[in-house]
């Protein structure tokens, strides 16, 4: 390799050597492709923990004057939402339609969130059964 | 053929530059083709067979008869 080009294959000397070069070339070419594949998967594994370092440090100061209170209740009338957005973006046809596909989408979504939340709270019901309730009367 | 001929002794940089070349390329391919649209999955499809590429190429070329 020292004193080959790159991907030099060399069958005018015994069959070993052509196989050695072969064995090198295809070795360093897949390996090359390992990295790449292996640093994606390092991405993909870190990519939840960055999430959830995000979950815990800057959306939970984000969320933080509204710790112990009760869930907000939507405050604003629908169609002072509308006004407001049609004076943002008068181009914009925010019409009866696409109210109905944004609230079915939003509906969807929080049907999937609180989906995810009973997902949860099934994940630990198993554990609080196996605890015992108390000591048995003696 | 002239394409294997004797170098010198090479510096190991100037050994593992086509390999990482050919790293720098397939991520590129991939990044590419996870951001961008219509032409440039084209050119990520390109870039992601560069590696194959060069081993047909080493061994159609580099191969001394």
Do not use: C
């Not at chain 1, 015994?14 to 990295?35: F, G, M, Q, S, Y």
């Not at chain 1, 046809?93 to 999937?112: C, E, S």
């Not at chain 1, 019901?125 to 000591?135: D, N, T, Y």
């Amino acid at each position: 390799m020292r004193r080959l080009p790159f991907g030099a294959v060399r069958t005018d000397r015994l069959p070993r050597v052509k196989w050695l070069d072969l064995h090198n070339l295809l070795a360093i070419v897949t390996l090359a492709w390992a990295v790449v594949v292996g640093l994606t998967g390092v991405i993909n594994t870190w990519a939840d923990l960055v999430l959830k370092v995000g979950q815990a440090d800057q959306l939970a100061s984000m969320v933080a004057p509204y710790r112990g209170k009760p869930p907000a209740t939507p405050s604003a009338r629908l169609q002072a939402v509308v006004e407001t957005a049609q004076r943002a973006a008068p181009q914009m046809a925010l019409d009866l339609i696409t109210i109905v596909v944004l609230a079915a989408g939003l509906y969807l979504w929080m049907g999937r969130r609180r989906m995810a939340a009973d997902d949860r709270i099934a994940a630990f019901e198993p554990v609080s059964a196996a605890v015992p309730q108390g000591r048995p009367a003696e | 053929m002239k394409h294997t001929q004797d170098l010198g002794r090479r510096a190991l940089p100037a050994i593992f530059a086509w390999p990482l070349l050919l790293t720098g390329l397939s991520g590129a391919g991939l990044v590419l083709a996870l951001i961008g649209d219509g032409a440039w999955d084209a050119i990520s499809w390109l870039l992601l067979a560069t590696p194959v590429a060069a081993i047909a190429w080493s061994i159609v070329f580099r191969t001394r008869r």
